[in-house]
């Protein structure tokens, strides 16, 4: 079966509680969604965020490269060929990976549709549910603590700590939330880049000395600096995570020759796509770094794509898959449902999308 149109949407939903990271505040959803059409009217769809301080990409942009060179390599071509498809995507062009998940995700989707097969069983697994984390934004100690307990109340086991803003009083949020959840909720942070190498070693240490719990801390440390992120590695007991250091395998091969992390978040939106992104898991696997699936706002289309990777692989800590969970209404009608910490996949040919509101 022939693809015979590309089309794009631009996607705007508002959450329902501003999204706070030491890089940005946010209280919309902005996605570009590509929609690819066969001869016999089929579609699959996929999604590309706006994350200008992760990945450098726009809505405007990813449009752009998603109706020009992506849609070249794959309109007039068998969906059937989904490893040539998405081979011919990576090399399409120089970054613009967000671009490239999309159409990555969307030919997925497509073929698995072709099949009669939802993406996880055209993946390779039964498995129609995943465990996720929730993020707690930035906040002053009483806000964090009051937001950790609604997580818990959502019905959410896993808590993401946003931190990284101020090292002088992220040990004592940190304390505090972990107080108030008591063994209600497993925590792990996030300081996104926010620490030097000094204050992250400072405060990881407190941390493990008051019996804060850490699961692990991620990317405490600038993403280019990898000396600074193996000395963190290499100075605290708390496994460190590697997010925005590494987008795909080159970053990932240099992370494991210097030691520099003990886990890596692995991202559609930074590596391209599925087919990297099943690459990295197993290469991870293959050389001892513990795994996430990670997402940057995506949608329903984006997490659904992450978590049916997750069902299929499977990773060594709950993913961290909550960014649809924030929009107020979904912008899709279908996909995935999110019951507490658990998503539900499902079980219809490819995503489950019917369409883009």
Known sequence: MTIVDVRCHHLTTALHSPFVTALRRTTDLETTV??????????????????????????????ACLEGPLADVVRGRS?????????????????????????????????????????PRFLGTARHQVETDVTVSVGELSQLSTDALRRVEDGFTVLKLKVGTDARTDTERIVAVREAVGDRARIRVDANQGWTAREAITTICAIEDAGGGLEFVEQPVPAADLAALGRVTAAVDTPIMADETVFGLRDLVEVVRRNAADLVNVKLAKCGGLSTARTLLEFSRTHGVGTIVGSMMEGPIGVGAAASLVAALGTTYTSDLDAAWWAAVSPVEGGIEYHGGTIVLPDLPGLGIGSVK
């Open 79 to 119: 969906s059937d060929d989904l490893v040539d498809l998405t081979r011919a995507v990576a090399e399409a062009v120089v970054g613009n990976f967000g671009a490239k998940a999309a159409m990555d995700v969307a030919l997925h989707d497509l073929a698995a549709r072709r099949t009669g097969l939802s993406l």
């Open 34 to 63: 590509v929609e690819i059409i066969d001869d016999t009217g089929e579609r699959g769809f996929g999604e590309a965020p706006q994350v200008w301080r992760v990945t450098g990409e726009s809505l405007e942009g990813s449009r």
